[in-house]
């Protein structure tokens, strides 16, 4: 699966971004894509994600109230509405998808557990 991360960008506290995933390849074999972030010296961190079939939803608690993850299955692609950005969610996005099923959402949102990377997209929020 091959993936193309789009919309960062800058933004003030309190606003909004949207980002956009789209993949291409073995779609068909997709069973979650999600967005993980990442700023200097610290590890991915898992962000949100969709199940590719059902359509359930996952976030961190830091995001759950602002962030809204959605999916068109049609064109392959996967949406992260950002509301209410804080300067602490200034990082790198990157958007991924896995092709594995994993008993519980934990593992899911360790970076190990996905087998496909978008490049990432830099978000800044300004104070």
């Known amino acids: 699966v091959q993936l193309q991360a789009s919309g960062g960008g800058l933004v003030q506290t309190g606003g909004s971004l949207r980002l956009s995933c789209a993949a291409s390849g073995r779609t068909f074999s997709i069973v979650t894509m999600g967005w993980f972030r990442q700023v200097p010296g610290k590890d991915r961190e898992f962000v949100a994600r969709i199940n590719w079939r059902g359509g359930s939803v996952f976030y961190a608690d830091s995001v759950k109230t602002r962030f809204t993850i959605s999916s068109d299955k049609f064109k392959n692609t996967v949406t992260l509405l950002m509301n209410s950005l804080e300067p602490g969610d200034t990082a790198v996005y990157y958007c991924?998808?896995?092709?594995?099923?994993?008993?519980?959402?934990?593992?899911?949102?360790?970076?190990?557990?996905?087998?496909?990377w978008g490049q990432g997209t830099l978000v800044t929020v300004s104070s």
């Open positions: 991924a998808a896995s092709e594995t099923r994993y008993a519980g959402s934990w593992y899911y949102t360790q970076e190990s557990r996905w087998g496909s």
